[in-house]
């Protein structure tokens, strides 16, 4: 009787590991692919300053996810990639030994607080995108690799004409304000595409004539401040796609920590060519295709 008993335990427990596992095999041969994704998106943001929505949102519309989906788990992935970036970048302006990576705190600092409120003033007075999402990421995008894209141009003729541009050491009024604006034009932005306040900062920095990498790790940190504000706004109304998350954010936090040693490692004018020319094509095929 016990026997009978134990049998029929056993054979219950069997069949739910067996249903356990091959939904687990179905998840990871559906899903694994985003895991891919994260890693590149995170790699691409954190070692250029753009968020990683400039990989993740043409990617998922391909996929059919819904705008709304779209935006919530590039967020979502970003809270995951950005944050450890954060942490790497952070760690390198402690042991960096050049001057002005002392500007990296009070930069964030000045940028944080307005990115963030553009995001809640999207959220909080219901401002809808100007167009559809597509659009909008694509005209942004174009935008913002001309600009880097003028901006090699600058350091090329500079070069030929021996003029070496001064990193700026000290931060002047006309940049605090130019930043606050920016921050908060860009959170509004972003709360949009979840994309806009980490690239628009970068591209005043580096034409503003800061250390690129200055400028790349000051955008990863307020990128990550901005997305964790905006997160759970996407939570409560569900719009998060938790299992592209579940693979896309663990890939996040491996493109994290790998992105600092390539930002850090490529010369500092092809690292910037090589984020304008993408931003530039992202958004041009995205054009293309809608």
């Known amino acids: 009787m016990f026997s009978l008993i134990r049998q029929k335990y056993f054979a219950l427990v069997l069949s739910f590991i067996v249903v356990i596992t091959f939904w687990v095999l179905y998840q990871i041969s559906t899903y694994s692919a985003y895991g891919l994704l994260g890693i590149l998106g995170a790699l691409f943001a954190n070692a250029t300053g753009a968020g990683g929505g400039i990989i993740f949102i043409p990617a998922f519309q391909q996929l059919g996810i819904t705008a709304e989906q779209s935006v919530a788990t590039s967020f979502a992935i970003q809270c995951f990639g950005m944050t450890t970036g954060s942490v790497m970048w952070l760690t390198h302006a402690k042991k960096c030994r050049v001057e002005n990576w002392s500007l990296l705190p009070t930069l964030s600092f000045i940028c944080i607080p307005f990115s963030?409120?553009?995001?809640?003033?999207?959220?909080?007075?219901?401002?809808?995108?100007?167009?559809?999402?597509?659009?909008?990421?694509?005209?942004?995008?174009?935008?913002?690799?001309?600009?880097?894209?003028?901006?090699?141009?600058?350091?090329?003729?500079?070069?030929?004409?021996?003029?070496?541009?001064?990193?700026?050491?000290?931060?002047?009024?006309?940049?605090?304000?130019?930043?606050?604006?920016?921050?908060?034009?860009?959170?509004?932005?972003?709360?949009?595409?979840?994309?806009?306040?980490?690239?628009?900062?970068?591209?005043?920095?580096?034409?503003?004539?800061?250390?690129?990498?200055?400028?790349?790790?000051?955008?990863?940190?307020?990128?990550?401040f901005s997305v964790w504000a905006g997160i759970g706004y996407h939570i409560y109304l569900d719009n998060v796609y938790w299992n592209v998350l579940l693979f896309g954010g663990p890939g996040a936090v491996i493109g994290g920590i790998l992105a600092k040693k390539l930002a850090t490692s490529i010369p500092v004018f092809q690292l910037k060519m090589f984020f304008a020319s993408w931003v530039f094509i992202a958004g041009t095929i995205e054009l293309l295709i809608n």
Not at 122 to 142: D, H, Q, R
Not at 148 to 174: A, C, F, R, W
Not at 212 to 219: C, E, K, N, S
Request: aromatic share 12%; glycine share 12%; net charge positive.
């Open 116 to 224: 963030i409120l553009g995001i809640w003033s999207v959220y909080g007075l219901g401002l809808s995108t100007p167009g559809s999402l597509s659009y909008l990421f694509a005209y942004f995008s174009i935008f913002i690799g001309l600009g880097l894209l003028y901006t090699g141009i600058k350091k090329i003729q500079s070069d030929k004409s021996n003029l070496m541009p001064k990193e700026i050491t000290v931060i002047s009024v006309k940049d605090k304000v130019a930043l606050v604006l920016l921050s908060y034009v860009g959170g509004i932005i972003t709360a949009w595409l979840s994309v806009g306040v980490g690239e628009i900062i970068a591209f005043y920095l580096i034409y503003r004539g800061y250390r690129v990498t200055l400028a790349i790790a000051v955008a990863v940190v307020l990128s990550a």
